[in-house]
């Protein structure tokens, strides 16, 4: 009878492992928002300094190696393509089961341009690389309203992924954490585009964000606070518009409310300082490309170390990872 009690466990430890693998390979990946998160969870334990939450406006031009080598910054970008607040906010909640960010940067981007409640055409970015939690079903349920338990459950498209598996579906084993510890969540674009530079110092009326934005940021506003967490407002550069100048101005009244800095740097006055060029520093009308965001991530790095307090970690044991990070292409 022991025996068979024997033989039976290790059927199911055999069993369980081979779904495990089965789920490493078959798990949808991108680096538009699915792997941010997914790669949070091999993150050395509690030595995230300063976590961004937001768009692709973030982890499309702000480069981590870059603050490393300059900061000695340990950052991470949990971002994901059009992230609404509601999606920070559990990132964030998600984020301190295994860290102590001492500065979280939230990208305000989204909520100055989308107006919808539900926002599910980028929802599988932002939620996917979640692992399955009462936090996901929250964030499933803020998110979308239809195909729930697809959202939540994740597996149920791997059906339809296995004629296009590729060499990378096959490097999310255990085996290969440490390779996967050195990406920070930046994701590059080496497209380029010629665009014209917009002047919105004509906009001085204010909209405000969506009830919903506005409640979500105040969880965040909240929840930094109870944690003793810093808290940064930031926008990067991109072709804005009038509505969304207006929808800054009103969240400039907010942070200064709630004591935060917002940083937006769409002005042509900041255009000027960071040497931006619009002729050769974009990738499309909404990210700079590589060589742009070399740019804007030494102006931002720049403007956080002057406004905010976060440690040198270069030659600190632990941190080994930051010093020689890993890029994956936006194309």
Known sequence: MRKKWIRGGIFLCLVLLLLSNLNRILCVKSPHGVDQTRYLYVQPKNKIDVLFLGS????????TQLLWDEYGMAA???TGAEQPLWNSYYNLKEALKTQKPKLVVLDMFCPSRFYDDFQPGWADENLDGMRISLNKLEAVYTSVQEEQSHFFLGFTEYHSRYDQLTAEDFQNFVWNRKTQERWKGY???NRHAELTEPDMSHVTTSQEMTEKSKEYFEKIVELTKKEGITLALISGPYLLEER???VYNSIGQLAEKDGLLFW???TPARYREMGLDFSTDYADHAHLNEAGGAKY?????KWLSQNYSFPDRRGQKGY???ENQLMKSGE
């Open 76 to 78: 991470y970008l949990m």
């Open 320 to 322: 080994e990872s930051w």
């Open 56 to 63: 692709s406006h973030v982890h499309c031009n702000v480069n």
């Open 244 to 246: 969304d100048q207006e």
């Open 297 to 301: 991530t030494a102006y931002l790095g």
């Open 264 to 266: 937006n740097t769409n």
């Open 187 to 189: 994701t590059p674009l």
